[in-house]
């Protein structure tokens, strides 16, 4: 069984998976079939627990599965091992987007606690109108520069520019962050 945690949902593997617990007075070839078995659902249970979790949640951030290559500053001479680093996700509810003939720019908190150690892997977005039903991602490019859409995060808040025409139809936005923290 999967355990499901506020950070993230992981398959226990090898902790449970003991083939020391089979007992050793049965017939060899139920216990090959064992063996087999634990390895089979332990090699499950690795390739679950790497896949990129779909889960979008606006409340605390969550490890989706993906793995980034070890920290370059942690080697053999340092006292942190290298080993790969978990992506963290958190969604932040935009609301709409602004007017840009008014102040081209909204500002929304993003809530991380952003220090030196963190980065950035990926930041994107997609706004909704829900009553023209038309829908466009974040950052938008268009040969006609009063048309782009930049997005770009500080250490407090998610910023969103809008050029100098209104985009206040589209009036549902979500802005996913992936960050690394170490």
Known sequence: MATSGQY?????TTSV????????NIDPILKELF???????NLMANVLNVADIGFYNTQYEF???QQYFANPANNSSTQTNPTQ?????????????PNGTINPVKSVPHNIP???AFSATRIYAAASDTTGLTY??????SSTLNQNIQLDLDAVNVNIRTGAIDRSNY?????VIEILKF
């Open 8 to 12: 993230s949902a992981k398959i226990p």
């Open 17 to 24: 998976w003991d083939p020391s617990t089979i007992p050793q």
């Open 35 to 41: 063996i087999r078995m634990y390895q089979n659902l």
């Open 63 to 65: 490890v989706n599965g």
């Open 85 to 97: 680093r978990p992506v963290f996700r958190t969604v932040v509810n935009f609301g709409a987007l």
């Open 114 to 116: 952003f220090n030196f």
């Open 136 to 141: 466009i991602p974040i950052p938008f490019a």
């Open 171 to 175: 009036n549902l936005c979500y802005v």
